[in-house]
């Protein structure tokens, strides 16, 4: 019991604190962990759905909110051609000096530079598409476009950056432009589609949004979505996991129950006489089930403390140094991402394994005590 409560505490912890690495590194690289956008941008992606005076809003967040954690972004799709090839993709027009606080794929440009300023009539583009392209640092390429007026967007930009994401489609239908060139290209003016938005960790998420709702007060033109209505197949890919994970922890706790289950009727059995003896002196089979319960509540209770206790000295160790498996720094490098793992203690993950082998443990330990209301106390007392 020690072993398994130990063993679910580091286990449960170890998972959600995978979870929230996963939804962390995940929403940085991109979506962030909550966007302002116009109602309906979500479902509707159209170049039209975009909002007024995006810019000077992101500014005054950043101001109120004490945080560099906010860009501003619109998006379109254009045809980009080289002298070569062709290929269509969707551009992304942001503002240089602050996504890199809100996405980790500036991070992860190995080969050229990001923007030089928000004016520039420059591009950074994924590996991918520099090869379908043929293109390299200094080439230029021309879009071609449709403007959200309905105007013709044509314009001529410098390749300044490849990044490489290890993802092959974000690698070739990505790109990005400097916000205030892009809003000029296809006819902004001075609107955009969301401000992405970063909190410093994930468990500060939902109060900061409640913040920025009340930052935009009654602008019933805007909404604050989080990352669950951003990215809900995240949110479903977590369920699916954890609900094959609680498959192999009920495994264990019922394997304790019936460890339970076996050395408690192997008790009873060996104190068949003493138990007989007892009963033709009085005692009732009500109060020797009280005795067996008892025990068994008195080894639980011993496993529980023991196990919760040396599982969280372990799981609370973990949670500040970290740890690694081989190979994981290197593939953390490559993608711009955290070398280490970092369980999540919480009362959750503490109690709720070790809890429910207390239960099933007690529950386990009816079962003999049943057996006690059968005994008859002459063929007890003579059995051998």
Not at 33 to 58: C, T, V, W
Not at 82 to 97: F, K
Not at 169 to 195: C, E, K, N, T, V
Not at 225 to 250: C, E, H, N, V
């Amino acid at each position: 019991m020690v072993f398994s409560n130990l063993l679910l505490v580091f286990m449960i912890s170890l998972q959600f604190g995978s979870y929230r690495m996963m939804i962390d590194n995940t929403l940085k690289s991109y979506t962030g962990h909550m966007q302002i956008q116009r109602e309906g941008y979500n479902d509707d992606p159209k170049i039209r759905n975009s909002f007024k005076a995006i810019i000077p809003l992101a500014e005054n967040l950043r101001e109120q909110l004490g945080t560099t954690r906010i860009a501003a972004r619109s998006l379109a799709f254009a045809m980009t051609s080289s002298e070569q090839r062709s290929y269509g993709l969707q551009i992304a027009g942001v503002e240089p000096n602050f996504e890199p606080n809100v996405s980790t794929l500036p991070g992860l440009i190995n080969k050229g530079r990001y923007f030089s300023n928000n004016h520039a009539e420059e591009i950074v583009i994924g590996s991918v598409l520099a090869r379908i392209l043929r293109v390299d640092i200094g080439d230029e390429l021309t879009l071609l476009g449709s403007g959200r007026d309905g105007s013709f967007a044509a314009g001529v930009v410098i390749v300044t950056g490849i990044f490489d994401s290890g993802n092959a489609d974000i690698d070739r239908s990505m790109a990005q432009l400097p916000l205030a060139y892009f809003q000029s290209l296809f006819g902004m003016q001075d609107q955009g589609h969301s401000i992405v938005i970063n909190a410093d960790d994930l468990s500060r998420a939902a109060p900061l949004q409640e913040k920025v709702r009340t930052i935009l007060g009654a602008n019933d033109e805007l909404v604050v979505l989080g990352w669950k209505d951003l990215q809900p197949g995240l949110q479903q890919a977590i369920q699916a996991d954890l609900a094959s994970a609680w498959f192999m922890y009920t495994v264990l706790i019922v394997l304790v129950a019936f460890s339970v289950l076996n050395t408690q009727l192997m008790s009873v059995l060996e104190r068949t006489r003493e138990f007989g003896v007892m009963l033709a002196l009085g005692f009732k089979p009500a109060r020797l089930g009280r005795l067996v319960i008892t025990e068994t509540l008195i080894m639980s209770t011993l496993g529980l403390t023991m196990g919760v206790l040396l599982g969280v000295m372990l799981t609370y160790y973990l949670s500040i140094v970290g740890f690694s498996y081989p190979g994981m720094e290197d593939m953390a490098s490559r993608f711009n991402l955290p070398d280490r793992m970092y369980p999540g203690l919480s009362f959750l993950s503490i109690f709720l394994g070790p809890g429910l082998v207390f239960v099933f443990s007690i529950l386990a330990s009816a079962y003999p005590a049943l057996r006690l209301f059968k005994l008859q106390p002459v063929s007890a007392m003579r059995a051998a």
